[in-house]
Antibody, heavy 122, light 110 residues
Framework: QVQLVQSGAEVKKPGSSVKVSCRASGGTFSSYAISWVRQAPGQGLEWMGRIIPMLGIAEDAQKFQGRVTITADKSTSTAYMELSNLRFEDTAVYYC???????????????WGQGTLVTVPS | QSVLTQPPSVSGAPGQRVTISCTGSSSNIGAGYDVHWYQQLPGTAPKLLIYGNTNRPSGVPDRFSGSKSGTSASLAITGLQAEDEADYYCQSYDSSLSGVFGTGTKVTVL
């Protein structure tokens, strides 16, 4: 049974950074990409980027380039998403998800973490 | 602003059939990239509903079906049930923006 367990909620000051972790168990961590998706309060899903732990290659969404860093530690089966220069609009639930397959050109996620609420007060 | 457009809401009575559209362009769905669908119940993480345009993961009822044509895709729910009341999102890839989600649709069971 694959499980993705994320770190706890955070409250951060504007201009600071946050680093969210996502520990995988029950599967072969390196064999799959891990995506990060966020959801602002009452809003839709927004893809932020992904990493392929086996290759250490990360891809970020254009909107977050320069502010997001996605990494992975194969030794602990943990992926990380760090977002810098936080602003009020970054207040959201951040999810990690395992990308099962990308053969059709777009990847889909079959397992999701429980979500991590990051609050940036105005 | 997402490049995949969905209707904000759809509704139907129990037992009815509802469809949710996901309209893209030549840089995403129209370019041949697969479309996937997720269901999100309030306060929970999204759940994979349809992958590769038409495929259902194990455990997803066959009341849910997906299709794709041209620059659009659709999710159909037949025999609508109260437990289907949720938010639904399509997902694909855009050659300029990478991974993209649809704007989301709230399904209400009357």
């Amino acid at each position: 049974q694959v499980q993705l367990v994320q770190s706890g909620a955070e409250v951060k000051k504007p201009g600071s950074s946050v680093k969210v972790s996502c520990r995988a168990s029950g599967g072969t961590f390196s064999s799959y990409a891990i995506s990060w998706v966020r959801q602002a309060p009452g809003q839709g899903l927004e893809w932020m980027g992904r990493i392929i732990p086996m290759l250490g290659i990360a891809e970020d969404a254009q909107k977050f380039q320069g502010r997001v860093t996605i990494t992975a530690d194969k030794s602990t089966s943990t992926a990380y998403m760090e977002l810098s220069n936080l602003r009020f609009e970054d207040t959201a639930v951040y999810y990690c998800a395992r990308d099962q397959d990308c053969s059709g050109g777009s990847c889909y996620s079959d397992y999701w973490g429980q979500g991590t609420l990051v609050t940036v007060p105005s | 602003q997402s490049v995949l457009t969905q209707p904000p809401s759809v509704s139907g009575a129990p037992g009815q059939r509802v469809t949710i559209s996901c309209t893209g362009s030549s840089s995403n769905i129209g370019a041949g990239y697969d479309v996937h669908w997720y269901q999100q119940l309030p306060g929970t993480a999204p759940k994979l509903l349809i992958y590769g345009n038409t495929n259902r993961p194990s455990g997803v009822p066959d009341r849910f079906s997906g299709s794709k044509s041209g620059t659009s895709a659709s999710l159909a729910i037949t025999g609508l049930q109260a437990e289907d009341e949720a938010d639904y999102y399509c997902q694909s890839y855009d050659s300029s923006l990478s991974g993209v989600f649809g704007t989301g649709t709230k399904v209400t069971v009357l």
